[in-house]
């Protein structure tokens, strides 16, 4: 820890805090024992540069595990999973010296084509909280801090620099802050990272709202708030708001501007005092790097996660696991040159790359492997190519022109014909940060190899890889199995060798909707915006909560996930604990043949309150280990924000009188059990003003009872016949505000009344 408190620091040096000496470093205040701090990239692993190679930080970094990325732990529904990672990376930092790690990030998947998507949990809060809060809680174990990203409303790659993300209170609140809430205030992040974007034309570098109001005030968070790369408009701005650390450092720029505005008066030195306390506090963090990578060990680890995050699709007639003996066709150049994470800020350079083609070879008799199509998306670095020679019977096409492609085909085609099961390897050609996605379609050279593939084979099986979903449309039903292999690292090769032949029972789920078109997910008409904004047009019906409001059918819903064995929801039963808690009982029993892992999947449904509601909202989950044959009782616990709503009214969560239906589901789509039970609600009443409906003040169920009586006791004859004649005369103008209907005459309200009955609403 420093020595002495900054605040007691000349100026400049106490601003010296505030910004890096360079791309990855802060600058050490050496009088003040305050050494620098190396920040750097992941989540996923270590992106650690060398020293000297470059100042923007393309360059290649040490060699480290790249282990999955968060595309591919969103769909383990396993905080075990998130932790167990975060500490590998926790580890390695140690080893490289690493102060703080940049991640996770926990912003939400509104948009199938986020070109980031690969980098985030979920299209559910809760569900990305969870997961976020384990791999902080995994990280900062090790004495590393975490870097939580990028708050707030990050959604998109378009324009990123300086769109408008304008959205309002109660969606900021239900969807793209919750994550970030449950993290900070559960974990104690040592870093929250503000984002690129503005939020309702701010820069969130620079919004005093999010960064001091809400995070620091209503959560409680006391870490430092470092901007993302190059993404301070204003430094001196910035730092009034609430950003403690400016990075990349500026050559000093930033710093003087920070000095002339306190020196003028135009900033409160106390603003550098408290940023400057914060920064030096991450010291204690620092530690000198030493000892090995345990390549070894991490990369069995990656594999073994890896195989707790690949979701079996489909599985008709039990083609998977592959039998054993059986003569198997691989296609595909994925199988070869894997995909295993995007590109941009958070890509690792591998300590080394399981080699699908190779995995599969490793546990099957007779593999053969054609080509197929040259996947020309793939990064030079991850296009480690297997051996595929005559002598095993593999056949290989090279190029890329017309000539080649329809070879390719016909090689594929024949092999496929020749086997017991094919297995295609298709996917994404490329993503990366900082480019959005033009659509979901697999590349059409993929699509026909598939569809000619399924049909020469007597069995087709399509493992996909990918940051994102893909659309199935056109050759989902001519194919007997699918594996979502998502992005999983490194072990990527082992982990769907290890899936494919039953090594490992599928237990992923999806954490975010495959859609049967690209034009039924709920953002689409807003998403990626036009003219420096983005409208959240779609308000709180993100994802699954959209598609399932307007009963739109999708190809796979949220949640959906097979196994080799199979899973009943014998019981539900559900406990009052409080006035607005509850915890769900829910009994579950292996009814199949082998171990497998279940997801409980537990919503709940309402249409209390005064706003529209999704027809349901995840709200607990756990992945529970069975034998075959095994039964289990699992608790959930609900707590009262499982059934708030936030009222931007009344600035804060409400839960509203009324039902809940608790629902156990398979996945969002398909429920399997459900309880209702009634809750208290808050008992507080609205504050009533002259601006409120006079619906407001009519059901109000202190001030209505009241409010009738003076009216009636204050009404001119004329208009005591007008109502008697027009009894729902009252209702008809029970949405104008109040002073509205005193103004038009009618009554003799006296004005003490009206504060009377307002002070009583309050």
Not at 26 to 55: F, N
Not at 254 to 271: F, K, N, P, T, Y
Not at 396 to 422: F, P, T
Not at 566 to 591: I, R
Request: glycine letters at 12%; one cysteine or more; aromatic letters at 6%.
């Amino acid at each position: 820890m420093p020595s002495i408190d900054p605040a007691g620091l000349p100026l400049d040096q106490k601003v010296s805090l505030l910004s890096g000496r360079d791309f990855w470093t802060t600058k050490p205040v050496e009088a003040a024992g305050i050494p620098p701090i190396v920040l750097t990239d992941g989540p996923h692993g270590i992106r650690l540069q060398r020293d000297g190679t470059d100042h923007l930080g393309f360059y290649d970094s040490l060699p480290a595990t790249c282990l999955p990325p968060a595309v591919a732990v969103g769909s383990s529904w396993d905080v075990e999973v998130a932790r167990r990672l975060g500490a590998a990376v926790g580890r390695e930092a140690r080893v490289l010296g690493v102060t703080v790690v940049l991640g996770p990030g926990v912003n939400i998947k509104r948009s199938p084509l986020c070109g980031r998507n690969f980098e985030y949990y979920s299209e559910d809060p809760l569900l990305t909280g969870m997961l976020g809060a384990a791999h902080v809680r995994g990280l900062q174990a090790q004495g590393v801090g975490a870097s939580v990203k990028h708050f707030a409303a990050n959604n998109q790659e378009t324009d990123r620099m300086r769109v408008s993300a304008d959205v309002d209170e109660r969606t900021l609140r239900e969807i793209y802050l919750a994550a970030f809430e449950r993290i900070v205030t559960e974990t104690r992040p040592a870093t929250v990272m503000a984002a690129y974007n503005r939020i309702n034309g701010t820069p969130a570098s620079q919004h005093r709202w999010l960064l001091t109001d809400v995070l620091r005030g209503e959560w409680g968070f006391t870490g430092v708030v470092v901007s993302d790369w190059g993404g301070v408009n204003d430094r001196v701005a910035a730092l009034a708001a609430g950003l403690d650390l400016q990075m990349p450092g500026t050559g000093g720029a930033s710093d003087a501007e920070i000095v002339r505005a306190v020196r003028a008066g135009a900033l409160d030195e106390a603003h550098v005092d408290a940023g400057a306390r914060r920064v030096a506090a991450l010291s204690g963090l620092v530690a000198e790097a030493g000892g090995e990578l345990p390549v070894d060990e991490h990369h069995a680890l990656a594999r073994e996660l890896a195989t707790d995050c690949v979701v079996l699709l489909r599985n008709i007639g039990g083609v998977l696991p592959l039998a054993r003996p059986s003569c198997i066709a691989v296609i595909g150049d994925l199988a070869t040159s894997p995909r295993f994470q995007g590109g941009g800020s958070s890509r690792i350079n591998p300590t080394r790359v399981d080699i699908p083609l190779d995995a599969i070879r490793a546990l099957g008799e007779s593999v053969t492997y054609a080509r197929g199509y040259a996947a020309d998306g793939t990064d030079d670095d991850q296009e480690a190519e297997a051996e595929a020679g005559s002598s095993d019977g593999s056949e290989r096409g090279h190029g890329h022109g017309h000539d080649d492609r329809e070879a390719s085909l016909a090689q594929a085609v024949r092999i496929a014909a020749a086997a017991d099961v094919a297995i295609v390897f298709a996917g994404i050609d490329k993503e990366t940060e900082g480019v959005d996605r033009e659509h979901i379609d697999l590349p059409a050279e993929q699509v026909a190899l598939i569809r000619a593939v399924a049909a020469a084979a007597p069995r087709t099986v399509v493992v996909l890889a990918g940051g994102g979903v893909v659309s199935l449309e056109g050759w989902h039903d001519e194919v007997d199995a699918i594996l979502a292999g998502w992005l999983l690292g490194q072990a990527a090769g082992g982990a769907i060798a290890d899936v494919l032949f039953g090594v490992a029972n599928p237990s992923g789920h999806l954490a975010e909707t495959i859609p049967l078109r690209l034009a039924d997910a709920p953002s689409y008409l807003n998403f990626p915006g036009e003219a420096g904004h983005v409208r959240y047009g779609e308000g709180v019906m993100v994802g699954y909560r959209g598609y399932q409001t307007v009963e739109r059918t999708v190809r796979y819903p949220f949640g959906h996930g097979l196994s080799y064995t199979t899973f009943t929801t014998d019981a539900l039963e559900v406990s009052l604990t409080g006035d607005n808690t509850a915890t769900a009982h829910v009994t579950a029993t292996n009814t199949g043949d082998r171990a497998g892992r279940h997801v409980i999947q537990v919503y709940v449904a309402t249409a209390a309150g005064p706003v529209r509601r999704p027809v349901r909202e995840l709200r607990a989950f756990k992945k529970i280990t069975l034998r075959p044959g095994e039964t289990r009782t699992v608790d959930l616990d609900l707590d009262r924000r499982a059934f708030t709503y936030y009222d931007i009214e009344l600035r804060r969560w409400v839960v509203a009188p009324g039902d809940y239906t608790i629902q156990v589901g398979e996945n969002a789509a398909h429920i399997v059990a459900e309880r209702t039970i009634t809750l208290t609600g808050d008992s507080g009443h609205r504050p009533l003003s002259l601006d409120s409906p006079f619906g407001d003040w009519l059901h109000h169920p202190v001030v209505g009872p009241q409010l009738r009586r003076s009216l009636g006791g204050g009404m001119t004859e004329q208009s005591r016949k007008a109502l008697e004649q027009n009894p729902d005369l009252l209702e008809s103008i029970s949405s104008m505000p109040i002073r509205q209907v005193l103004s038009m005459g009618g009554t003799s309200f006296r004005d003490e009344e009206l504060a009377r009955l307002m002070e009583l609403s309050r």
